[in-house]
């Protein structure tokens, strides 16, 4: 063997652990034999392929990382939703407990969620003042029952009796 060669070897197998620890570890077999010395210099083809596999890996890298990053995005929209339904739910609790609550203080509930909640604050009131009107034993006056429509069944039976067939003038 000639010291060229051996000094050759020894600053490609520097390079190449600066450049991929792992990749010393695949070929520590061929280093530990002595293949590698023996083959002689080193073309381009095989220089180029550890940089080739460190792009590879750098662009698989970036691809975990996005996957990861959207992953953890819809993780955190999904906290965010279950945070959202039980600050929704407890609200609602309240107001049916007969709390008072300024929904706009609670930025984070969407449209509806208010709205369902001003809606369920209304009925809460009302239903208090019907309770608080009958208590006071002052009867309220209830609305009168509709007139019916059609009369159903019976009404069209009974207009099929009653029916009186008018003469129709001659068209002509």
């Known amino acids: 063997m000639n010291s060229a060669q ?13 450049q991929e620890p792992l990749e010393l570890l695949k070929s520590a077999a061929r280093q ?6 023996e083959s002689g210099p080193v073309s381009n083809d095989q220089a180029q392929t550890p940089r080739d596999e460190v792009k590879d890996e750098t662009k698989y890298k970036q691809q975990v ?10 993780l955190e929209s999904e906290l965010k939703d279950i945070r959202r339904q039980k600050l929704f739910n407890d609200l609602m609790r309240r107001i049916q407990a007969g709390e008072e609550i300024p929904l706009e ?3 984070e509930l969407s449209y509806e969620q208010k709205d369902v909640l001003k809606a369920q604050m209304e009925a809460f009131k009302k239903q208090q003042a019907i309770q608080a009107s009958q208590s006071s034993g002052i009867p309220m006056p209830s609305s009168k029952q509709g007139r019916k429509m059609g009369g159903g069944q019976k009404g069209a039976a009974k207009k099929e009796e009653t029916r009186v067939e008018k003469p129709v003038p001659p068209s002509g």
């Open 6 to 18: 051996v000094k050759q070897a020894i600053k490609k197998s520097a390079q190449q652990i600066r």
């Open 32 to 37: 530990m034999t002595g293949s590698e010395i």
């Open 65 to 74: 990382a996005e996957k990861d990053g959207r992953h953890l995005q819809a």
């Open 105 to 107: 203080e609670f930025t």
